[in-house]
């Protein structure tokens, strides 16, 4: 058997799927707005003074917290139907089908949110590993469920789900610091490989 990991922003598409989600959703004067009150916290992560996982509760809290489950699930359904695959890269997806033709297990293992992947994964017959978003009295709390799944985690939670020594041969793709560990899995391993 073998098992292809591919993780999702900027691997298999062109751009944040975080970022055209809000905009998206709220629309982009609302973004725009919150990307202005927000920018102290994203000064600080790009310095690196705050971790991924916080600066993404606080963007997902100002934008979503308090909004109802049915309510948020049916935008991120929609934007995942509709969206996801205008920013796909085209080399990635034949890579995809690649793969799916070999019969090999194909798993998207991405630190985005798992509410808006999960649609377009299963129209496309791929496996899913991603964050979780909390709901809470049917809101959403604009807090992640468990861990964000970036780093060692995208490890820690492939090796919950795959038993990697069943698996004759892994591959793996990635495009950034958070791809690290997932990349060390592969037999063959791939960086920023669908672009150009």
Known sequence: MTLALFDFDGTITTD???????RYAVGDVKTAWGMILLSPMLVAFKLKLIPNYKAKQWMLSYFF?????????????????????????????????WHKEQGHCVVVVSASLECWLKPWCDRNGLELIATKLEIKDARVSGRLLGQNCYGQE????????????????????????GDVEMLALGNESFYKPFRG
């Open 16 to 22: 944040d799927s975080l970022i055209k989600f809000i």
């Open 154 to 177: 995208k490890v820690n939670r492939i090796n919950e789900l795959y038993d990697l020594a069943q698996y004759d041969y892994v591959y793996a793709y990635g495009d950034s610091r």
């Open 65 to 97: 917290k308090g909004i109802a489950q049915e309510k948020f699930a049916d935008i991120a359904s929609e934007y995942s139907l509709k969206h996801i695959d205008t920013i796909t890269r085209e080399k990635a997806m034949s890579r995809i089908a």
